[in-house]
């Protein structure tokens, strides 16, 4: 048994019944075991950066010319330790910044050659990881744990009084209805 599955089976609070409790549990366990995993196949193989690094350099290969503000929302990291690992980027010359149009205040940061080539040794070794963080479930199951989960994403879009509806009619789906007259003749 694996450490991570270890700190999950020993928390009785991951282990509740109810799915509100035990699945952000299962979520963040899920995030910090993987977060660690990919910090040690990159030094493994002597990648020199951080899982924030690799993230941050991966936000803005998907979205050249993100703000500081803008990749600290995206990665959940505070602005000042999204400034911090800009400003370690930058020195290793694997980020730029080029003034922002309508801002004078902001900066937008591009991935340079350098940069580039450093996010894909670095994804080149994550991939390793995520098979192993896949291989434990079948073709059919990933394809529906992708689904669930954006459904899941999903489900923040929906406006509130949607997402109530939703949940009473899943509520009432799941209620066995006993017809008046079966429950007035068993008194």
């Avoid at 450490?3 to 699945?23: K, N």
């Avoid at 995030?31 to 040690?40: G, I, K």
């Avoid at 979205?63 to 330790?81: I, K, Y």
Wanted: hydrophobic letters at 35%; charged letters at 25%; proline letters at 5%.
């Amino acid at each position: 048994m694996s450490t991570a599955s270890q700190r999950v089976v020993g928390t009785p609070q991951a282990l509740s019944d109810r799915p509100e409790i035990a699945i952000p549990y299962l979520l963040k366990s899920l995030h910090h075991t993987l977060r660690q995993a990919v910090d040690e196949a990159l030094r493994a193989q002597r990648v020199e950066l951080s899982f924030a690094h690799m993230a941050t350099l991966y936000g803005l290969e998907t979205e050249p010319g993100l703000t500081g503000a803008e990749l600290s929302r995206r990665l959940f990291v505070t602005p000042q330790t999204m400034n911090t690992l800009l400003h370690s980027l930058e020195l290793d010359k694997d980020i730029e910044r080029q003034p922002h149009p309508s801002n004078q205040r902001a900066e937008r940061w591009y991935l340079t050659k350098s940069g580039s080539t450093r996010l894909g040794k670095a994804k080149h070794a994550g991939e390793a990881v995520w098979a192993r963080l896949l291989s434990a479930l079948s073709v059919r199951e990933v394809e529906q744990f992708k689904g669930f989960l954006q459904r899941c994403i999903e489900g923040f879009d929906l406006p509130r009084e949607t997402h109530r509806q939703v949940v009473a009619r899943k509520r009432s789906a799941t209620v066995v209805k006993v017809p008046r007259r079966a429950a007035s003749s068993s008194r």
